[in-house]
């Protein structure tokens, strides 16, 4: 039975039941691999090597024979060297800059952008919003697929759209506050820094009507949601997405806040062991492959994303019976090895904000003294610490310093920095930097 969950107004296709969705997905898994097959020359190769023809696909299960698709496929093929439609069928491109070289381009028909609206839709209502909202949306307008995804669903829904893009923190603030705002949609990094601004202006944004965020683009871990939920008093929502698959709105959280639920009928995902490439049961931890099922103008046959994360296939309380993977923690790449020892910034975050009167800012630098690496955390203290009597400054940084060193079991160096002086971020927050002599 499904039960529907307060405040949706989710397309049917969120209820279909599963022996249905797996028909779907099949179908419009063959004719996306015909199309991939027929119009992208490096997939047809690959394709070919194996002896594989779109006719090998005959159950779901045969996704696991075809070959990967890697983020160095669309530099090698930059710019539209992947494209399967010709360019009067393209309505739109994106791109991502990534940290170097070109960057990525990704192409959109116009029933590819419907589709991306669509499930932008389904995310906001999965926020729990409807056409009442007034949503401002401060995720970058431009190539990056933040800024747009977020308008078009939004705009889909019926919300009022406040189309305030990135940066000028102070007005968005104002914004927030003279629109009577309900929702904002940015980076969660960037919603501290909005939440700080409005601060120093005297507007606390628990006062005011905005109740919902919906953030993502970037790892955020449990310690920082609680932050941010206590500091604004609203409900923040994890939206997942990337560009080379559609942007955002592949997954989104719903009102239990227990993973996010992916919307396979879109977008097919399988977990792999990044080491060997194999396929591994829903349940266990390993890198998110996905396919892109309906995708025409650059179609993605099992993209490894380099995010780590596993497949949640219980049901769940809220209804939707698609699967839901867990919270993006890292991505593969993230990680970083200090003598030996495995480390991801995010278990830095969770150390951090496991003590109590701890900022949300900080830096994370990995160095090299005497011919050994080492890690030093910069946390930022405010003004309420520096001024704190009862707790001085030393035992703060003694007590973070042991949290963090039981959490990754490695010595860290933790300096204590002076307000404001931790970089803000207006998009995707940088926090590590590699000062490590190779
Ligand atoms: O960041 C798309 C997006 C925009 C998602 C707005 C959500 C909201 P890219 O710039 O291509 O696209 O970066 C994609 O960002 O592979 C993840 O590593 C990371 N990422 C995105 N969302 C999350 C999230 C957009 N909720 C890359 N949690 C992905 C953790 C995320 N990491």
Redesign the pocket.
Known sequence: MYQYSRNDNLSALDFVRGDYLRELQLARLQKIVRHAYDHVELFRRRMDERKLTPDSVRTLGDLGKLPFMVKADLRDTYPFGLFAEPLDKIVRLHA?SGTTGKPIVVAYTKADLEIWQEVMKRSMASCGLSSRDIVQVS?GYGL???GL??HYGAEALGATVVPASGGNTRRQVMLIRDFGVTAVCCTPSYFLHLIEEGRKDGIDLRELPIRVGV??????TAGMRQRIEDEADIKAF???????II??GVAIECSEHKGLHIFEDRFYPEIIDPDTGKVLPDGETGELVLTTLSKYAMPMIRYR???LTRIISEPCACGRTIRRID??AS?SDDMFIIRGVNVFPSQIETALLSVKGTSPHYNIILYTENGMDNIEVDVEINEEIFSDKVRSLESLQAEITHAVESLIGLRVKVKLVAPQLIQRSEG?AKRVFDRRMR
Do not use: M, Q
């Open positions: 991502s995720y990056f697929t933040g995804g977020a953030f993502g683009a970037e790892p955020w994890d939206i997942y997405g990337l560009s080379e942007g955002p994303t380099r995010d919270r993006i991505r995707k």
